[in-house]
């Protein structure tokens, strides 16, 4: 059994079915991304998951603990940053980490301690002791992470973590998940960042219209959409003109993105060797030559429209 | 499956609760000052016994303290989304609304209490039944306070709304259960509603307390009964609610 376990999830609103039918397993140690567009059940699969929400039909488990007959036992085992910064504003950051931890059953002496530990790591030790109020959207949402690890779950679910913050708190965050992953913590990701669920996930699942459209790892979801592999050229000079690079046989389509050219075809390999041998014959210059195959987003796009 | 709930979990909520919300404007305006001017307008150019005094401050002020936060905690969490956490945390809603009666509670139990002794030093009057009063103003501190979070398990974030079904519930109530009146000199119908008021019993029991005449059972018995009840009420609907706050 993994970590988390969703079986045939169903969930109806009114006349709405939210969840369809989920069913997924999330194995031990692994970040697990779950995308999908606004309104496709995401949030209403993770309140069922983690014990918020009744299913009408289905099960969940946490652990191997059945979420729908123990929610509090199963919501003991892990940890959970929402994507809305939702700490009590009015009371400090060490406040926030406290009540925390008195909600999770953590000792006091314990309790103290990972505090101050939490507050450090995630750069808020100077400001433990000022109330929430005034942090920036970064150092709440690093606020909510802290939190949601006060008693060290074994598993973490992070809705939209990098959502709207600065640069350096995005890279700290990052950071942050993948470290607890190489300690063992297992990570449910909810993101509408492709490339970053890309970057970070081990496996990703994509969710349309309440029902699972897929799951499987980032490069074996790319490599079932063939019609976009294509190469990147960049020659110097400006006078090449795109009419010239129609002649080449592997070359199907052609895009000018900036100084540089995207050349469609099934084989970017041969379309290298063309653009060399091109480029030879012009006494052109070539500044930088990329292959690249779709890109998760275009799969997430391929999967959820049409 | 069915945990009894853990009273560690409701005083973390009733310390958060007491550290966050009662220092706000609605408690000193609607808890404190309120009845008071409310008492006072009433009182102003009418002779009232010194226990009627005592009776009728008692009640207002261990009433409008109990109710003046407890119902729009929910509303103001649903809107600043810090509800979504207490959800998402290992707690029950039943150790949730019992941490958010014993912060209301606390409040109310320490306001009136010093109101109380206050108000009957000033008169000159002292309980013959000192514990019975004051077992009267934890009951009722508790039994009003489950009131409110009652009343805060209609599904809105805006504590106007809230404000003002419980604006419906409190002043009317005031006028059938002896504060003013005294209950056997309001109509047929005054006196059956009057029985259906936990205030009522308070107001009685209070009277009991500094006079000695009659018996509290009925009070205490009372007060009891509509804790159990309001708070059963609180529990149950605040469970069909909370999915339309997340």
């Known amino acids: 059994m993994g970590s988390i376990e969703a079986n045939n999830l169903v969930k109806e609103f009114d006349d709405l079915r939210a969840v369809d039918g989920v069913t997924f397993e999330v194995n031990q140690g692994e970040i697990f991304g779950f995308l999908g567009p606004n309104g496709a ?33 199963a919501k003991e085992r892990i940890g959970i940053a929402p994507e809305e910064a939702n700490c009590y504003i009015d009371l400090t950051a ?28 995630f750069g808020l030790a100077d400001r433990a002791d000022s109330k929430v109020k005034g942090f920036s959207k970064g150092m709440k949402q690093r606020l909510i992470l802290g939190m949601a690890l006060i008693n060290n779950p074994p598993i973490l679910f992070l809705d939209e973590p990098t959502a709207g913050l600065d640069v350096a708190s995005q890279r700290l965050i990052k950071e942050r998940i993948r470290k607890l992953n190489r300690q063992g913590k297992t990570i449910f990701l909810t993101t509408h960042n492709i490339s970053e ?24 979801l790319k490599s079932t959409i063939q019609s976009t592999q294509s190469a990147l050229v960049s020659f110097s000079g400006n006078g090449l003109g795109r009419d010239k690079l129609e002649d080449l046989g592997a070359v199907e389509e052609i895009e000018k993105e900036g100084d540089k050219y995207r050349l469609y075809g099934p084989d970017p390999g041969e379309i290298v060797e063309e653009v060399v041998d091109f480029a030879r014959k012009e006494n052109l ?22 | 499956m069915y945990r009894i709930p853990r009273l560690g979990k409701s005083l973390s909520i009733a310390k958060k609760d007491l550290k966050i919300y009662y220092g706000k404007g609605p408690v000193v305006i609607f808890g404190i000052l309120l009845p008071f001017f409310f008492f006072f307008a009433f009182l102003v150019g009418r002779e009232m016994p010194p226990l009627s005094l005592v009776a009728g401050l008692s009640g207002m002020a261990i009433w409008f303290t109990s109710t003046s936060i407890s119902p729009v905690i929910a509303p103001w969490e649903t ?83 809230i404000m003002m079904l419980s604006t419906l519930i ?75 706050r997340l």
């Not at chain 1, 970070?200 to 790892?217: E, F, M, Y």
């Not at chain 2, 150790?95 to 409040?107: A, K, P």
């Open chain 1, 197 to 220: 669920a890309d970057k970070l996930c081990d496996r990703v699942a994509i969710i349309n219209k309440g029902q699972i459209a897929t799951i499987d790892s980032p490069e074996k």
């Open chain 1, 285 to 306: 210059k070539i500044i930088s030559l990329n292959t690249s195959g779709p890109s998760l987003e275009e799969v997430f796009t391929h999967l959820t429209t049409g």
């Open chain 2, 170 to 244: 409190k002043f009317p109530l005031i006028f059938v259960s002896g504060i003013f009146i005294p209950v056997e000199n309001l109509p047929g119908w005054g006196t059956i509603i009057s029985q259906l008021s936990p205030l009522t019993y308070f107001v009685d029991l209070v009277r009991f307390s500094f006079s000695g005449s009659g018996s509290p059972w009925i009070d205490i018995a009372a007060l009891f009964g509509f804790s159990l009840f309001f708070l059963l009420a609180a529990d149950f609907s605040h469970r069909r609610t909370l999915p339309k």
């Open chain 1, 94 to 121: 060490r406040g926030n980490m406290h009540l925390a931890g008195e909600l999770y059953g953590v000792p006091k002496k314990k309790r103290k301690e990972k505090s101050v530990e939490l507050l450090d790591q």
């Open chain 1, 41 to 73: 059940g995401k949030t209403t699969t993770v309140r069922m998951i983690t014990g918020v929400l009744k299913p009408d039909s289905g099960r969940a488990y946490i652990d191997g603990v059945d979420v729908t007959t123990d929610p509090l036992r």
């Open chain 2, 79 to 161: 809107r600043t989304k810090t509800l979504e956490r207490l959800v998402f945390s290992p707690i029950s809603v039943t150790e949730m609304l019992i941490g958010d009666i014993l912060g209301s509670m606390t409040l109310a139990f320490s306001i009136s209490a010093v109101t109380i002794f206050a108000v009957a030093a000033i008169l000159g009057m002292i309980p013959v039944n000192f514990l019975t009063l004051l077992l009267g103003i934890v009951l009722a501190s508790f039994c009003f306070s489950a009131i409110g979070v009652l009343i805060s398990a209609l599904p809105t974030d805006t504590t106007s709304d």
